[in-house]
């Protein structure tokens, strides 16, 4: 039986670059299903069959965070060695600090049956997906950066550490976002749109 | 006599059948070379209903000789049992009122049903199905069946799934897969011969409704997106109905029918043809005789429609949430296919091609195109089909309990299955030795608005510090949609030992006690027909011999014969109540050697007895 490896950037036999062929990406992925999926071993051996389960979790896994540039970032910061913590999230950006405490007073306002909030609501609703427009754009300059660069080399980690910092200023965004969004359509949770994308 | 040895080869293997387990009625399909096909029972019927009847010798059946018992034996019958798959008694209190059977005291996580003095959980319920479904194809296809490809709801969660692949096992079937019914559907419909494109499957049968969106490309089946509701489907109609109509009887015979157990079966039965009239008619009644009486009520479509709106509406709820999820608008739907029975509703097919902008499909029967489909994929574990793959996804968020009573999710829904999550976890007091995983599944923030799946209690953790373990808890959710748990001790590399707690459902132990309790009994039931086979033989060689000792040729004998004869006798009277037929066989073998020469004395003297008389010239 082959070897496997469980790096996504290995397994989908792909150079270890921020922007990916997302085209490029999904042949694989079809490709590598029809090779590995359970169904195909259905009539094999037992270890096959366990290596078969392995292969396709692998693949799943891993299709799902390369197609996302977020996640995909996220992972090639991980296995670089420049981990997100769930604490350097929450810590505000400081030129976010004074749209924070607004919003925050709005939020009150509208749970406290103010419906009078709701057009500021969605002012700022507005001026967050501008802000996350304009981290996308950073991230995909960034993402050039690092791919223009020699893999382990300065120039490489110093963008990769740019994007984590960028990332962290991201998922705050989204956070707000989700924030504002269910202050304004508090839908039920399983409505709730779950992939966050560029 | 010698017998033969027929030698049909050994790598021949036995084909894999398809099932579609429904909540009304159950079909069995094999793939063949011109495509899949239903398999008929004997008596030339597609359908099995899915009702099990325990009869007055305590015997399971299923399908149609149960139909009959759910009119004169309602108490002892059970229907619409796989809206009890995986559930706890506390989910059910609303419609178990609707049913006649009971629920057993001692019914927790596992529902327990008083079929006279017997209990069943839901999965042994549904194995008498299956059982009936394997007999009929195994008589259909002249040959024994031991694998199958069962489908499930796409929306059932990994309990309701557990339930029915233990139901599989008891009923003597490897499920060598659950296929959700929705995708199912769709490899029966050929749609990728056509082209590549996007197609929303919309399954209403009688007691679930599924959206599924699909990706085909080049042969292959990508799951998008699904959603769904496992409590919604034909039998909520039906109960409609049937409220009305109970109150109408209850005005006009001045009687609460709803006590009588066979009065309110066949007002069911009464309910149920009227609405299926009203797929083909502007109108019709609801009819019941019943001891003596008479009730009729017209009702035409308008009404109808007016009184089912609410049902149909709640199936567009999922269909929304499925296309944010799949990230389409309903124009990029390129084709709409409809599944189950509930699906000819003449409003249900309105209010899809409204949603979808798109002239749904129904060229196929629907209520078989999911046993076709499944025959399909059993076709494609088989190997006989090749150019089409499934890759299908789980329809809810799995996750684990953290503190304060939040759900973590590790795993997001309509992720492509097989899927996994690596999760670490550690000691929180010195020398711990056991830490417990609460793993849940649903769409909720808080523990207690998501359905509790599993406690996964980790054994035997070194002692250490607090917080120097690490143990690699790996979550992985197979092809099956069901999950499965594996740790490591992240320091020392070896496997640690995990006891799955189900929340909901069998432990592995149970079912395995099922088996083996079915096991014996078949093996029972079988000893004791071979005893009562061996004891008539006896009667007849007894019976033989005691008249032969009245003929002459009893006095021809030796009296050495004569008495091994009556020894033999004797022996053969002392076995004959005893309960091992192998004893009781040699007996009747012996008395056989033993009376040999008197049969054919016995023989030439009655032939010489009719050649008396005989003029020869």
Same mark, same amino acid.
Request: proline share 4%; glycine share 6%.
């Given at each position: 039986?082959?070897?496997?490896?469980?790096?996504?950037?290995?397994?989908?036999?792909?150079?270890?670059?921020?922007?990916?062929?997302?085209?490029?990406?999904?042949?694989?992925?079809?490709?590598?299903?029809?090779?590995?999926?359970?169904?195909?071993?259905?009539?094999?051996?037992a270890p096959e069959q366990a290596q078969a389960l392995e292969a396709t979790a692998i693949l799943n896994d891993g299709y799902r965070t390369l197609?996302?540039?977020?996640?995909?970032?996220?992972?090639?910061?991980?296995?670089?060695?420049?981990?997100?913590?769930? /604490?350097?999230?929450?810590?505000?950006?400081?030129?976010?600090?004074?749209?924070?405490?607004?919003?925050?007073?709005?939020?009150?306002?509208?749970?406290?049956?103010?419906?009078?909030?709701?057009?500021?609501?969605?002012?700022?609703?507005?001026?967050?997906?501008?802000?996350?427009?304009?981290?996308?754009?950073?991230?995909?300059?960034?993402?050039?950066?690092?791919?223009?660069?020699?893999?382990?080399?300065?120039?490489?980690?110093?963008?990769?550490?740019?994007?984590?910092?960028?990332?962290?200023?991201?998922?705050?965004?989204?956070?707000?976002?989700?924030?504002?969004?269910?202050?304004?359509?508090?839908?039920?949770?399983?409505?709730?749109?779950?992939?966050?994308?560029? | 006599?010698?017998?033969?040895?027929?030698?049909?080869?050994?790598?021949?293997?036995?084909?894999?059948?398809?099932?579609?387990?429904?909540? &009304?009625?159950?079909?069995?399909?094999?793939?063949?070379?011109?495509?899949?096909?239903?398999?008929?029972?004997?008596?030339?019927?597609?359908?099995?209903?899915?009702?099990?009847?325990?009869?007055?010798?305590?015997?399971?059946?299923?399908?149609?000789?149960?139909?009959?018992?759910?009119?004169?034996?309602?108490?002892?019958?059970?229907?619409?049992?796989?809206?009890?798959?995986?559930?706890?008694?506390?989910?059910?209190?609303?419609?178990?009122?609707?049913?006649?059977?009971?629920?057993?005291?001692?019914?927790?996580?596992?529902?327990?049903?008083?079929?006279?003095?017997?209990?069943?959980?839901?999965?042994?319920?549904?194995?008498?199905?299956?059982? /009936?479904?394997?007999?009929?194809?195994?008589?259909?296809?002249?040959?024994?069946?031991?694998?199958?490809?069962?489908?499930?709801?796409?929306?059932?969660?990994?309990?309701?799934?557990?339930?029915?692949?233990?139901?599989?096992?008891?009923?003597?079937?490897?499920?060598?897969?659950?296929?959700?019914?929705?995708?199912?559907?769709?490899?029966?419909?050929?749609?990728?011969?056509?082209?590549?494109?996007?197609?929303?499957?919309?399954?209403?049968?009688?007691?679930?409704?599924?959206?599924?969106?699909?990706?085909?490309?080049?042969?292959?089946f990508e799951v998008l997106a699904t959603n769904g509701d496992t409590h919604l489907g034909g039998d909520d109609i039906d109960n409609l109905l049937?409220?009305?109509?109970?109150?109408?009887?209850?005005?006009?015979?001045?009687?609460?029918?709803?006590?009588?157990?066979?009065? *309110?079966?066949?007002?069911?039965?009464?309910?149920?043809?009227?609405?299926?009239?009203?797929?083909?008619?502007?109108?019709?009644?609801?009819?019941?005789?019943?001891?003596?009486?008479?009730? %009729?009520?017209?009702?035409d479509r308008e009404l109808f429609e007016r009184l089912i709106a609410p049902i149909v509406e709640r199936t567009l709820e999922p269909c929304r949430?499925?296309?944010?999820?799949?990230?389409? &608008?309903?124009?990029?739907?390129?084709?709409?296919?409809?599944?189950?029975?509930?699906?000819?509703?003449?409003?249900?097919?309105?209010?899809?091609?409204?949603?979808?902008?798109?002239?749904?499909?129904?060229?196929?029967?629907?209520?078989?195109?999911?046993?076709?489909?499944?025959?399909?994929?059993?076709?494609?574990?088989?190997?006989?089909?090749?150019?089409?793959?499934?890759?299908?996804?789980?329809?809810?968020?799995?996750?684990?309990?953290?503190?304060?009573?939040?759900?973590?999710?590790?795993?997001?829904?309509?992720?492509?299955?097989?899927?996994?999550?690596?999760?670490?976890?550690? &000691?929180?007091?010195?020398?711990?030795?056991? *830490?417990?995983?609460?793993?849940?599944?649903?769409?909720?923030?808080? *523990?207690?608005?998501?359905?509790?799946?599993?406690?996964?209690?980790?054994?035997?953790?070194?002692?250490?510090?607090?917080?120097?373990?690490?143990?690699?808890?790996?979550?992985?959710?197979?092809?099956?949609?069901?999950?499965?748990?594996?740790?490591?001790?992240?320091?020392?590399?070896?496997?640690?030992?995990?006891?799955?707690?189900?929340?909901?459902?069998?432990?592995?132990? %149970?079912?395995?006690?099922?088996?083996?309790?079915?096991?014996?009994?078949?093996?029972?039931?079988?000893?004791?027909?071979?005893?009562?086979?061996?004891?008539?033989?006896?009667?007849?060689?007894?019976?033989?011999?005691?008249?032969?000792?009245?003929?002459?040729?009893?006095?021809?004998?030796?009296?050495?014969?004569?008495?091994?004869?009556?020894?033999?006798?004797?022996?053969?009277?002392?076995?004959?109540?005893?309960?091992?037929?192998?004893?009781?066989?040699?007996?009747?073998?012996?008395?056989?050697?033993?009376?040999?020469?008197?049969?054919?004395?016995?023989?030439?003297?009655?032939?010489?007895?009719?050649?008396?008389?005989?003029?020869?010239?």
């Amino acid at each position: 039986m082959p070897e496997l490896s469980s790096d996504f950037y290995d397994f989908f036999g792909l150079e270890r670059k921020l922007n990916l062929d997302e085209a490029e990406l999904q042949r694989r992925f079809y490709e590598l299903s029809r090779q590995w999926h359970p169904d195909r071993f259905s009539r094999k051996s037992a270890p096959e069959q366990a290596q078969a389960l392995e292969a396709t979790a692998i693949l799943n896994d891993g299709y799902r965070t390369l197609r996302n540039p977020v996640r995909r970032a996220e992972y090639l910061l991980k296995e670089e060695g420049f981990p997100i913590g769930e /604490q350097r999230s929450k810590d505000v950006p400081p030129e976010l600090l004074e749209e924070v405490f607004e919003l925050n007073m709005m939020l009150e306002e509208l749970k406290g049956g103010d419906d009078s909030a709701r057009p500021q609501l969605e002012t700022a609703k507005q001026n967050f997906l501008g802000l996350r427009e304009g981290v996308d754009r950073e991230i995909e300059t960034l993402f050039s950066k690092y791919d223009a660069a020699e893999s382990q080399s300065e120039t490489a980690k110093q963008a990769l550490h740019e994007i984590r910092g960028v990332l962290n200023r991201r998922r705050y965004i989204e956070n707000l976002l989700r924030d504002v969004n269910r202050a304004l359509d508090p839908i039920d949770a399983a409505a709730e749109p779950i992939d966050e994308r560029l | 006599m010698g017998t033969f040895q027929i030698d049909f080869g050994e790598n021949r293997t036995s084909k894999i059948v398809g099932i579609d387990l429904g909540t &009304t009625n159950s079909l069995v399909a094999v793939m063949e070379l011109t495509g899949p096909e239903i398999i008929d029972d004997p008596e030339g019927r597609k359908i099995v209903p899915s009702i099990v009847s325990l009869t007055d010798d305590n015997k399971l059946v299923a399908g149609e000789p149960a139909r009959e018992l759910l009119l004169t034996r309602p108490e002892r019958t059970v229907y619409s049992v796989k809206r009890l798959m995986g559930r706890g008694v506390q989910d059910i209190q609303q419609e178990i009122k609707l049913f006649p059977f009971r629920v057993a005291e001692d019914s927790e996580s596992v529902i327990k049903l008083k079929l006279g003095n017997r209990t069943f959980t839901p999965p042994e319920i549904s194995a008498a199905v299956l059982r /009936q479904l394997k007999d009929n194809a195994e008589a259909a296809l002249g040959e024994p069946v031991s694998e199958a490809v069962i489908t499930v709801p796409a929306y059932f969660n990994d309990a309701q799934r557990q339930a029915t692949k233990d139901a599989g096992r008891l009923a003597g079937l490897e499920v060598l897969r659950l296929v959700n019914e929705p995708t199912a559907a769709s490899l029966a419909y050929g749609l990728d011969k056509r082209k590549d494109g996007v197609i929303a499957v919309y399954d209403f049968g009688g007691g679930t409704f599924d959206i599924s969106i699909l990706r085909l490309h080049e042969g292959i089946f990508e799951v998008l997106a699904t959603n769904g509701d496992t409590h919604l489907g034909g039998d909520d109609i039906d109960n409609l109905l049937l409220h009305i109509a109970l109150e109408d009887i209850q005005s006009e015979w001045g009687q609460d029918l709803s006590t009588d157990a066979e009065g *309110v079966q066949r007002l069911r039965r009464a309910v149920v043809h009227a609405k299926e009239q009203l797929s083909f008619l502007p109108e019709t009644n609801i009819d019941l005789a019943y001891k003596g009486k008479r009730y %009729q009520r017209a009702i035409d479509r308008e009404l109808f429609e007016r009184l089912i709106a609410p049902i149909v509406e709640r199936t567009l709820e999922p269909c929304r949430a499925c296309l944010l999820d799949a990230k389409l &608008t309903p124009e990029q739907i390129d084709e709409v296919v409809m599944v189950g029975g509930s699906t000819r509703i003449p409003l249900v097919r309105a209010a899809v091609e409204r949603l979808f902008k798109a002239k749904p499909h129904t060229e196929l029967n629907p209520d078989e195109v999911v046993a076709l489909g499944a025959a399909v994929q059993a076709g494609i574990l088989a190997g006989n089909v090749e150019d089409k793959l499934l890759l299908d996804v789980t329809p809810l968020s799995l996750g684990i309990e953290t503190m304060g009573g939040v759900v973590s999710k590790l795993i997001h829904r309509n992720s492509t299955i097989p899927a996994s999550a690596t999760e670490s976890f550690t &000691t929180a007091v010195d020398g711990q030795r056991n *830490v417990l995983i609460h793993v849940l599944q649903g769409e909720r923030e808080l *523990v207690k608005d998501c359905r509790s799946l599993a406690r996964f209690d980790l054994k035997d953790v070194d002692p250490l510090p607090a917080g120097l373990a690490r143990i690699e808890v790996r979550f992985l959710i197979d092809a099956n949609g069901i999950l499965n748990v594996t740790a490591r001790d992240a320091r020392t590399g070896k496997e640690q030992s995990v006891e799955v707690k189900p929340s909901y459902g069998l432990t592995e132990d %149970q079912v395995e006690a099922m088996i083996r309790e079915s096991f014996e009994k078949a093996e029972e039931d079988m000893r004791e027909r071979q005893v009562r086979e061996a004891r008539v033989e006896a009667d007849n060689i007894l019976a033989a011999t005691a008249k032969a000792q009245k003929s002459d040729a009893w006095a021809a004998l030796s009296s050495d014969e004569r008495g091994s004869i009556e020894s033999a006798v004797r022996e053969l009277q002392t076995v004959y109540n005893g309960n091992d037929h192998h004893v009781l066989n040699e007996k009747i073998e012996a008395l056989n050697r033993a009376t040999q020469h008197l049969a054919e004395t016995m023989m030439n003297t009655a032939v010489r007895g009719a050649l008396k008389g005989t003029k020869i010239d």
